[in-house]
């Protein structure tokens, strides 16, 4: 069923994803007001109405288009953490973050998108990154590359001898071991800096504007499609272990996502480093 799936036509599930940024979050960017803004774990941590309202929008056009499937989404996690057993189970999964970026949303700005994964049996098979804000589309299908915007691209090598530029889990949200490993990044020919929003800065590593990502927690929203994003463009990724990145849980943290195998195992080395 999934194969026959991947080897359709998958217009629909872009459609999707940009007909649920349209009708529940763009009118909201700018327009929001306090009482559509919640924090939920912090003041790090927000939800607004347009997360909860195009991830049910998301939830139910994703499981018309792949009937039998299954959604996890943030925050039906939130909700309910029983339903992040399903990356383990034997139904398609649609991994969902309807706002990733939420900070930058509220104030906002336009560094926000909306994440789409497809994943069976713990294995990523396709995504879609949409920056509604810049109506940037980003779909990757394992096997089939990349593309933004329709048109194919490559991660490509950094220069040689060139610093890299790398975004890092942001460090006022880490432990103090997580900091430690983190600040392994801190050293000569590596050129640090917090992460935005997660998805645009994967896009940023697959399109080549920036050499890597570090991050140090594993919510599969957050990093599914970015990472099959860099993968069909080109890139490498792995855990602290040397191990792959799992979306079902238990990595070596913290884990990067590069332009190439040699930058990814600089940036190890250098989290070694600091761990």
């Known amino acids: 069923m999934i194969d026959d799936f991947l080897a359709g036509d998958l217009s629909d599930v872009e459609a999707a994803v940009r007909a649920a940024a349209a009708a529940e ?25 347009a997360d909860r309202l195009a991830e049910q929008h998301l939830t139910a056009s994703l499981s018309r288009i792949l009937p039998g499937s299954v959604v996890v989404g943030e925050e039906a996690v939130h909700a309910d ?69 329709g048109a194919p691209i490559r991660s490509g090598s950094p220069a040689p001898d060139a610093a890299l530029r790398v975004a890092m889990s942001h460090p006022d949200y880490t432990t103090d071991a997580q900091k430690r490993a983190l600040l392994g990044l801190n050293t000569d020919g590596i050129e640090p800096r917090p992460c935005g929003s997660a998805g645009l800065e994967y896009l940023a590593v697959a ?67 600091g761990a």
């Open 25 to 49: 979050i763009m009118p909201r960017h700018r327009q929001l007001t306090d009482d559509e803004i919640v924090e939920k774990n912090g003041p790090h941590d927000l939800v607004t109405t």
């Open 81 to 149: 953490p029983a339903v992040y057993e399903a990356l383990s189970g034997e139904a398609p999964v649609w991994i969902v973050d309807p706002v990733d970026g939420t900070r930058q949303f509220v104030r906002g700005e336009t560094g926000f998108c909306t994440l789409v994964a497809l994943a069976h049996r713990g294995e990523l098979l396709a995504s879609w990154t949409y920056a509604a804000a810049l109506d940037t589309m980003a779909v990757a299908v394992r096997g089939g590359g990349a593309v933004v915007d």
């Open 207 to 273: 399109r080549g504007e920036i050499e890597a990502v570090a991050f140090n927690w594993e919510y599969a929203w957050d990093h599914a499609a970015g990472l099959l994003l860099v993968a069909e463009a080109g890139g490498h990724q792995a855990t602290l272990s040397g191990e792959p990145f799992r979306i079902t849980g238990g990595n070596a943290l913290p884990f990067t996502a590069a332009r190439d195998r040699a930058t990814a195992d600089r940036v190890l080395s250098a989290l070694r480093t």
